[in-house]
């Protein structure tokens, strides 16, 4: 097992290059199926979710073959199964897109409930919805979604509540449904809009991603093709509120400043100096910070993947700053450990009210998930002394080298191997 040390203190400055999209990459390539050909996919994040997603294809009868690090090329001409088991989703809560590739290439899926990151319910009732919609019969049993129709056919479908997985997953399965299907209060995330450029790439009628209403005309076959991920807005956000954190100046590089806007206005409105490039951002900080509020919302809103990250700043902003989170009714524990490093914050239920304190100190602590891991890693290199980060496989799931890429920008990080007997602080009881 491995932890991460961090000596904290250290001033960020240089360039860094962020890596293809997490969220994109993981229900992009699960479209590949529908394809029945050859898709080169450049831009690939090397990263745990997304060679675990490979895996599963290749367990499936796919052909992965990687051309360099972030390039690999996905033939699906072979797969023959609809049924992919237990063992291979129980670490990936992306694995649910398989249901709607599938269920789009064989009228049939059998797929094992999703695993991944544990901060709240994570019902797939709008999913099922949208399969039923469609003309499929959906059933759970002994943890395995089970679909299945003769022929899908397209629909008119409202979302109940915003959903993001419940749209791609929707996207994925209505793209060779005969007739029209119009997916209303749909959301609008950039990696939504990624999927629909690639299924178009493949010879696909979507219209509308990136708006609140998506319509597909369904189309009887689809092509291989070449496409580019797009670069992870995520990974960008959390350099740049790693470089503010330590009074830094930080070049982020290979980005779309639009994808960034919520964040940094978030930003600016704490003092902190962002300059807009074509494709990169200047974040320049004293790592001196005024309060603000936040609260996270469906894109173009606050995203609910920085609020944690976002959240460690505040704990040394002066003043009383408040954190709504508007997605997740349980992404607050990573707060627990921030109050370990000397936080001032108190939660009640979806609010987290932040005290700003002179400065954190360095503690034993843990990754809860892939972004409060993320917040850790920010809050041991602002904090004074020395940060012990356990649980370090969440963080590896969404992000790619990141302790050479925060070594180039000066941080003092390494990964630490432990035993099993190593007193584990603050481990889950």
Request: charged content about 20%; proline content about 3%; overall charge negative.
């Amino acid at each position: 097992m491995e932890k991460l040390v961090i000596h904290g203190g250290n001033r960020l400055t240089g360039e860094v290059e962020i890596s293809g999209a997490k969220n994109a990459a993981v229900a992009i390539i699960p479209a590949a199926l529908l394809a029945q050909d050859v898709c080169r996919f450049e831009n690939i994040p090397n990263i745990s979710d997304v060679i675990t997603m490979l895996r599963i294809l290749s367990s499936m009868g796919a052909q992965v073959r990687y051309l360099n690090k972030h390039t690999v090329e996905i033939d699906t001409k072979h797969i023959t199964s609809y049924i992919v088991p237990h063992e291979m989703t129980r670490k990936l809560r992306a694995s649910y897109y398989l249901i709607g590739a599938l269920l789009g290439r064989f009228n049939r899926a059998k797929v094992s409930l999703p695993g991944g990151c544990n901060f709240g319910v994570r019902p797939i009732d709008l999913h099922i919805k949208g399969f039923e919609m469609l003309g499929a019969t959906v059933s759970v049993e002994n943890a395995m979604i089970n679909a299945t129709a003769d022929y899908l056919t397209g629909s008119p479908i409202y979302m109940d509540k915003v959903s993001v997985g419940a749209t791609i997953n929707i996207m994925l399965s209505a793209v060779k449904a005969r007739g029209l299907t119009i997916i209303e209060n749909a959301a609008k995330e950039p990696h939504i809009v990624d999927l629909a450029n690639f299924l178009n790439a493949m010879g696909a009628d979507v219209r509308g991603a990136g708006t609140d209403v998506i319509k597909i005309h369904g189309v009887q076959n689809l092509h291989g093709c070449t496409y580019s991920i797009i670069p992870d807005q995520i990974e960008a956000g959390t350099y740049m509120v790693a470089a503010a954190a330590t009074g830094g100046d930080v070049l982020i590089k290979n980005v779309i400043p639009k994808h960034l806007e919520s964040i940094t206005a978030k930003l600016q409105e704490c003092g902190v100096k962002v300059e807009e490039y074509d494709d990169a951002v200047r974040v320049v900080s004293t790592g001196s910070f005024r309060r603000c509020n936040i609260k996270t919302m469906p894109h173009p809103g606050f995203p609910t993947d920085m609020q944690p990250q976002m959240s460690v700043l505040l704990t040394v902003a002066n003043g009383t700053s408040l954190v709504s989170e508007g997605v997740w009714d349980n992404r607050f524990r990573y707060v627990d450990q921030l109050i370990r490093m000397g936080a001032n914050i108190q939660v009640d239920g979806t609010i987290a009210v932040f005290q700003g304190v002179s400065a954190l100190t360095g503690a034993p602590v843990r990754a809860d998930d892939l972004r409060a891991g993320a917040a850790m890693i920010i809050a041991g290199l602002m904090a004074h002394g020395t940060t012990e980060i356990e649980n370090v496989i969440y963080i590896d799931r969404g992000y790619e080298d990141y302790v050479e890429k925060l070594r180039d920008l000066g941080a003092d990080i390494y990964r630490k191997e432990f035993t099993d007997d190593t007193p584990q602080s603050g481990a889950v009881g």
